[in-house]
């Protein structure tokens, strides 16, 4: 076996990124700390947005490239958009979808760092957020698949297959640096749910730091040795997502309205919901097997 040098092993780099940048940041104590970089993370993938978009026009649909895993389409089937598609991949894509909006567990947390906080302005910020992320998310999902249309690849930044493009392996590294300064805001929610759940809420430094150091190292020993995110985009997105999604905020609204008897109709709807959901979840993974 040829040797490696150790800046290209996957799993050593992982290690030395998580303890090297991502141990520092999830030890500060307060979340409006990350404030600032979860806003660079945010600019990170608008820029990624707009490369998307900027690929579109500048990639040839007919180009040899896209159609080397179909010689035999001709260039009218290669560049003619497909509306629906329904096939084994879509058990994946569907939770990855009610996966890639699940922020409810950091409601609490950005709630109790806002100034002059009011159910108004947190009910603003969470409208503000949900429509940025979806519209980044719808934008990028387009003109994705309008670039490369069938031959689209499940990680799109893998058919930028050029190595001399300076723009593409910029934005691969501006995609690495916004996942990186992610992690420390969903830790953060992590480590206060653990703290709540065993009653220790007051800050004690050398607690602090020791749970923080044992979850991130089971995160790298899940990260080191599940092959692919996939699985567990897919597994996730099926059950906790839509359990934080669809299912606990209907269980909550019928419970806080189990003595409003107007409204029986709103209770029907949100009942119907749940129940919709467990469905597709049981098919879902009844089909991923």
């Given at each position: 076996?040829?040797?490696?040098?150790?800046?290209?092993?996957?799993?050593?780099?992982?290690?030395?990124?998580?303890?090297?940048?991502?141990?520092?940041?999830?030890?500060?104590?307060?979340?409006?700390?990350?404030?600032?970089?979860?806003?660079?993370?945010?600019?990170?993938?608008?820029?990624?947005?707009?490369?998307?978009?900027?690929?579109?026009?500048?990639?040839?649909?007919?180009?040899?490239?896209?159609?080397?895993?179909?010689?035999?389409?001709?260039?009218?089937?290669?560049?003619?958009?497909?509306?629906?598609?329904?096939?084994?991949?879509?058990?994946?894509?569907?939770?990855?979808?009610?996966?890639?909006?699940?922020?409810?567990?950091?409601?609490?947390?950005?709630?109790?760092?806002?100034?002059?906080?009011?159910?108004?302005?947190?009910?603003?910020?969470?409208?503000?957020?949900?429509?940025?992320?979806?519209?980044?998310?719808?934008?990028?999902?387009?003109?994705?698949?309008?670039?490369?249309?069938?031959?689209?690849?499940?990680?799109?930044?893998?058919?930028?297959?050029?190595?001399?493009?300076?723009?593409?392996?910029?934005?691969?590294?501006?995609?690495?640096?916004?996942v990186i300064l992610t992690v420390p805001v969903l830790f953060f929610t992590v480590r206060?749910?653990?703290?709540?759940?065993?009653?220790?809420?007051?800050?004690?430094?050398?607690?602090?730091?020791?749970?923080?150091?044992?979850l991130l190292v089971i995160i790298n020993l899940l990260v080191i040795f599940i092959p692919?995110?996939?699985?567990?985009?897919?597994?996730?997105?099926?059950?906790?997502?839509?359990?934080?999604?669809?299912?606990?905020?209907?269980?909550?609204?019928?419970?806080?309205?189990?003595?409003?008897?107007?409204?029986?109709?709103?209770?029907?709807?949100?009942?119907?919901?749940?129940?919709?959901?467990?469905?597709?979840?049981?098919?879902?993974?009844?089909?991923?097997?």
């Open positions: 076996m040829p040797f490696r040098p150790w800046y290209v092993d996957g799993r050593v780099l992982v290690v030395v990124v998580t303890f090297g940048i991502i141990l520092p940041l999830c030890l500060l104590k307060n979340l409006g700390y990350l404030g600032y970089t979860s806003g660079f993370s945010l600019s990170c993938m608008v820029f990624f947005l707009i490369v998307v978009i900027y690929k579109k026009f500048q990639i040839s649909c007919s180009d040899p490239e896209l159609n080397s895993t179909s010689p035999n389409a001709t260039n009218a089937d290669m560049c003619t958009p497909k509306y629906v598609t329904f096939n084994s991949k879509t058990v994946y894509a569907l939770p990855t979808i009610a996966f890639a909006f699940v922020c409810h567990p950091s409601v609490l947390p950005i709630y109790s760092e806002l100034k002059d906080r009011s159910q108004k302005k947190m009910q603003m910020v969470s409208n503000i957020s949900f429509f940025a992320m979806f519209v980044m998310y719808f934008l990028t999902a387009i003109f994705g698949y309008l670039t490369f249309y069938d031959n689209v690849h499940s990680d799109l930044l893998h058919k930028y297959q050029s190595k001399d493009d300076i723009l593409i392996l910029t934005v691969r590294l501006a995609v690495i640096v916004a206060s749910s653990l703290f709540e759940l065993a009653k220790k809420t007051k800050f004690h430094l050398c607690r602090h730091v020791l749970v923080t150091f044992i692919t995110m996939k699985d567990i985009f897919g597994v996730v997105g099926v059950t906790s997502a839509n359990m934080l999604i669809f299912i606990l905020p209907s269980s909550l609204y019928l419970k806080i309205t189990s003595q409003d008897g107007d409204k029986g109709t709103q209770r029907i709807w949100v009942c119907l919901m749940p129940a919709t959901v467990i469905f597709l979840m049981s098919f879902s993974l009844e089909y991923a097997k």
